[in-house]
C-alpha cells in the first residue's frame, strides 16, 4: 500500500532557491504573480529579473504572517486527504495541466 501527499511539493516554498523560481517562470510554469504570492520572490517585470532587497522582505514578512508550517508525513493514514480536506472554495484541482 503507498500513501500520496498528492504531488504539492516538498519543503518551505518561501525557502525555494529564487534563482529556480525565475527559471518556472522563464519556463511558462509560473506567472510573475504566482512567484511572489507563493514563493516570495519579486520579479522586476521591466528586467525579467529578481529583486532581491523585495523578495528578502517579502519573504520574512509571508513568514512572519503565517507562522510555522504543519509537517505533513505522507507514510500515515489520512495524508492523502489533502484534496478533499483542503481546497479552498474556486481552488480547482488539475491532475495533468498540461
Avoid at 6 to 31: N, Q
Avoid at 56 to 66: C, G, L, V
Avoid at 74 to 80: E, H, I, K, R, Y
Wanted: include cysteine; charged fraction near 30%.
Amino acid at each position: 500500500m503507498a500513501h500520496s501527499s498528492g504531488g504539492g511539493g516538498y519543503g518551505d516554498p518561501l525557502k525555494r532557491d529564487p534563482e529556480a523560481v525565475l527559471e518556472s517562470i522563464f519556463e511558462g510554469l509560473l506567472t510573475v504573480e504566482c512567484a511572489a504570492e507563493v514563493y516570495g520572490v519579486v520579479i522586476n517585470k521591466a528586467t525579467m529579473t529578481i529583486d532581491w532587497n523585495k523578495t528578502e522582505a517579502r519573504r520574512e514578512k509571508m513568514a512572519a504572517e503565517r507562522g510555522p508550517l504543519e509537517v505533513v508525513v505522507p507514510t500515515t493514514p489520512g495524508a492523502s486527504d489533502w484534496v478533499e480536506n483542503r481546497l479552498r472554495d474556486g481552488d480547482e484541482y488539475l491532475i495533468d495541466p498540461q
